[in-house]
């Protein structure tokens, strides 16, 4: 399974980036989707996560409200709209999958097995 991200860049604070991750090698579908994000100096957050319907999502309490995970399983993408950006959202931005459990629940952040390479995204303030 591969994955690559796109949509990163420079934004001033309070401007909205939608970042895009593309999915080969098997049966989206079948995959539960996560994004995480990882600052110079800090711990990997698991930021948020989609089931493989889409029926169930998860977000960190740091971007709750804020930003909106999405898939379209007809495009093998997954999405991550991120609005009010904030300069501590600076970071870089990896997808993750792992195939979805039985009961379509999130994954726990040490549950996925494939990742992309990162996008970065920096917010000025």
């Known amino acids: 399974v591969q994955l690559v991200e796109s949509g990163g860049g420079l934004v001033q604070a309070g401007g909205s980036f939608r970042l895009s991750c593309a999915v080969s090698?098997?049966?989206?579908?079948?995959?539960?989707m996560g994004w995480f994000r990882q600052a110079p100096g800090k711990e990997r957050e698991y930021v948020a996560a989609?089931?493989?319907?889409?029926?169930?999502?998860y977000y960190s309490d740091s971007v709750k409200g804020r930003f909106t995970i999405s898939r379209d399983n007809a495009k093998n993408t997954v999405y991550l709209q991120m609005n009010n950006l904030k300069p501590e959202d600076t970071a870089v931005y990896l997808c993750?999958?792992?195939?979805?459990?039985?009961?379509?629940?999130?994954?726990?952040?040490?549950?996925?097995?494939?990742w992309g390479q990162g996008t970065q995204v920096t917010v000025s303030s």
């Open positions: 090698g098997d049966t989206f579908s079948s995959y539960a």
């Open positions: 989609i089931s493989w319907s889409g029926g169930r999502t």
């Open positions: 993750a999958a792992v195939l979805a459990s039985r009961t379509g629940a999130i994954p726990t952040s040490r549950g996925y097995d494939y």
